[in-house]
């Protein structure tokens, strides 16, 4: 019997990777066991920030801790831009596969009892088609699909186009077989993910608004998108989003900052004037919409004045939640070598204080919802608590009691003022 345990890092492209990698190793006859018990442990690792980084040697030296004699495969962003990583080491592992490998794993898996060459991570420059590898059997209520990969954009702090190429996207038609077929298994939303999902059919000389349009014809329920730009949220996208019958009102938006001058010293191509009408734009087009963005603070440079610009337009924006980052060196990038590097408790002190704003968006956001009718989506049930889990179109997670054991991936429309939302 050949067993196995793969852990995966990072964002949601990455951890449906990993399930399209553990579908492929059940396939093959493997089974999948704790980390003590398996024959190969698979690394499916993130590169986003310096901790991400640290993470890959400290698995790496559990799992050999915890299981001596286990093969280890690395895979993932880190094992992509090894070469990247002036002190990076990876002489535990015993197979390193770039993201573009690890995708077709089982050509792979055999090299691991070879003498020959175990590290196989070609230029992901050089991909330019999409690889359209999808999970055969979806277990979560939600699934996500996959349409794009790669970015075209070059943000002074980012690593991860090293790590992904440039942007390659999934053909409708490719989409579309996917959706049916998991709607045909009786799934009834989707989330469609990708690196920069804006930047989908660049290549094809189509836009992310011509794919949802055909996917609003398709018999799935409900769908979510991934993260946007600012400036890949147009009116005709609005305008189209807010009569959809399917399109979940709920946006993650990658702002970074909401300080112009930071944001033009991260080479993002907007202001933060534009970022906060989009926001306005987004409140008075949708009924108490989810809005979440990411944020960077402890940008080089980023002086007082600049953050507290940020922090007020956080604030005034009456955003749901906030997904804040301290800037992580990340070498062989322009913000890297730039003068003025913020000191760490500067940073964290930043974080803080948008990590405490966040709460309060959010809790503002749960009690506006509070007593209004919601369309819920059921989801597990937990064998501890006996309630399920169950997510509203415009992502508020609550719990529910029933006695039955069959509602997973049911809708029902419940009254938000009998749950206790905060």
């Given at each position: 019997?050949?067993?196995?345990?793969?852990?995966?890092?990072?964002c949601?492209?990455?951890?449906?990777?990993?399930?399209?990698?553990q579908?492929?190793?059940?396939?093959?006859?493997?089974?999948?066991?704790?980390?003590?018990?398996?024959?190969?442990?698979?690394?499916?690792?993130?590169?986003?920030?310096?901790?991400?980084?640290?993470q890959?040697?400290?698995?790496?030296?559990?799992?050999?801790?915890k299981?001596?004699?286990?093969?280890?495969?690395?895979?993932?962003?880190?094992?992509?831009?090894?070469k990247?990583?002036k002190?990076?080491?990876?002489?535990?592992?015993?197979?390193?596969?770039?993201?573009?490998?690890?995708?077709n794993?089982?050509?792979?898996?055999?090299?691991?009892?070879?003498?020959?060459?175990?590290?196989?991570?070609?230029?992901?420059?050089?991909?330019?088609?999409?690889?359209?590898?999808?999970?055969?059997?979806?277990?979560?209520?939600r699934?996500?699909?996959?349409?794009?990969d790669?970015?075209?954009?070059?943000?002074?702090?980012?690593?991860?186009p090293?790590?992904?190429?440039?942007?390659?996207?999934?053909?409708?038609?490719?989409?579309?077989s996917?959706?049916?077929?998991?709607?045909?298994?009786?799934?009834?939303?989707?989330?469609?993910?990708?690196?920069?999902?804006?930047?989908?059919?660049?290549?094809?000389?189509?836009?992310?608004?011509?794919?949802?349009?055909?996917?609003?014809?398709?018999?799935?329920h409900?769908?979510?998108?991934?993260?946007?730009?600012?400036?890949?949220?147009?009116d005709?996208?609005?305008?189209?989003?807010?009569?959809?019958?399917?399109?979940?009102?709920?946006?993650?938006?990658?702002?970074?900052?909401?300080c112009?001058?930071?944001?033009?010293?991260?080479?993002?191509?907007?202001?933060?004037?534009?970022?906060?009408?989009?926001?306005?734009?987004?409140h008075?087009?949708?009924?108490?919409?989810?809005?979440?963005?990411?944020?960077?603070?402890?940008?080089?440079?980023e002086?007082?004045?600049?953050?507290?610009?940020?922090y007020?337009?956080?604030?005034?924006?009456?955003?749901?939640?906030?997904?804040?980052?301290?800037?992580?060196?990340?070498?062989?990038?322009?913000?890297?070598?730039?003068?003025n590097?913020?000191?760490?408790?500067?940073?964290?002190?930043?974080?803080?204080?948008?990590?405490?704003?966040?709460?309060?968006?959010?809790?503002?956001?749960?009690?506006?919802?509070?007593g209004?009718?919601?369309?819920?989506?059921?989801?597990?049930?937990?064998?501890?608590?006996?309630?399920?889990?169950?997510?509203?179109?415009?992502?508020?997670?609550?719990?529910?009691?029933?006695?039955?054991?069959?509602?997973?991936?049911?809708?029902?429309?419940?009254?938000?003022?009998?749950?206790?939302?905060?």
């Amino acid at each position: 019997m050949k067993t196995f345990c793969i852990k995966s890092l990072g964002c949601k492209q990455n951890q449906l990777e990993g399930q399209i990698i553990q579908d492929e190793l059940e396939r093959l006859g493997y089974i999948q066991v704790s980390l003590a018990k398996a024959d190969l442990y698979i690394l499916n690792s993130c590169t986003v920030t310096s901790h991400s980084d640290s993470q890959v040697n400290y698995l790496i030296n559990y799992a050999k801790r915890k299981n001596p004699k286990i093969k280890i495969i690395l895979t993932g962003c880190v094992a992509q831009t090894h070469k990247l990583h002036k002190n990076f080491k990876y002489s535990g592992a015993d197979l390193v596969l770039g993201n573009s490998e690890k995708i077709n794993i089982e050509k792979y898996i055999q090299k691991l009892f070879e003498e020959k060459n175990k590290f196989f991570v070609e230029d992901i420059f050089k991909q330019k088609n999409f690889e359209n590898k999808f999970l055969i059997n979806p277990k979560s209520t939600r699934v996500s699909i996959k349409i794009q990969d790669g970015c075209n954009n070059r943000c002074s702090y980012c690593i991860i186009p090293y790590a992904r190429g440039n942007s390659r996207s999934n053909s409708i038609e490719n989409i579309i077989s996917q959706i049916n077929l998991v709607a045909n298994k009786g799934i009834k939303e989707i989330v469609l993910t990708g690196i920069h999902i804006g930047q989908w059919g660049l290549e094809l000389n189509k836009t992310l608004l011509d794919l949802l349009k055909k996917i609003e014809k398709t018999d799935i329920h409900r769908y979510r998108l991934g993260s946007l730009y600012v400036d890949e949220i147009d009116d005709e996208m609005i305008e189209f989003l807010k009569n959809s019958k399917k399109f979940c009102p709920h946006f993650h938006l990658s702002l970074q900052s909401l300080c112009t001058s930071v944001l033009k010293r991260m080479n993002r191509r907007y202001t933060a004037d534009e970022a906060m009408r989009l926001i306005d734009k987004l409140h008075n087009n949708f009924d108490l919409p989810y809005l979440g963005c990411d944020i960077i603070v402890g940008f080089p440079e980023e002086t007082d004045e600049e953050f507290e610009i940020t922090y007020k337009n956080l604030k005034e924006a009456k955003l749901s939640s906030i997904h804040c980052f301290p800037y992580s060196k990340r070498e062989n990038t322009p913000a890297f070598y730039m003068k003025n590097q913020i000191q760490n408790n500067v940073k964290t002190r930043r974080a803080e204080m948008v990590f405490q704003l966040s709460n309060e968006l959010n809790k503002n956001f749960l009690m506006q919802n509070k007593g209004k009718k919601a369309e819920i989506l059921i989801e597990k049930k937990s064998p501890k608590t006996g309630l399920y889990t169950a997510i509203t179109r415009n992502y508020i997670k609550i719990h529910i009691k029933d006695a039955a054991n069959n509602l997973q991936h049911s809708l029902r429309t419940v009254d938000l003022g009998e749950f206790d939302l905060l």
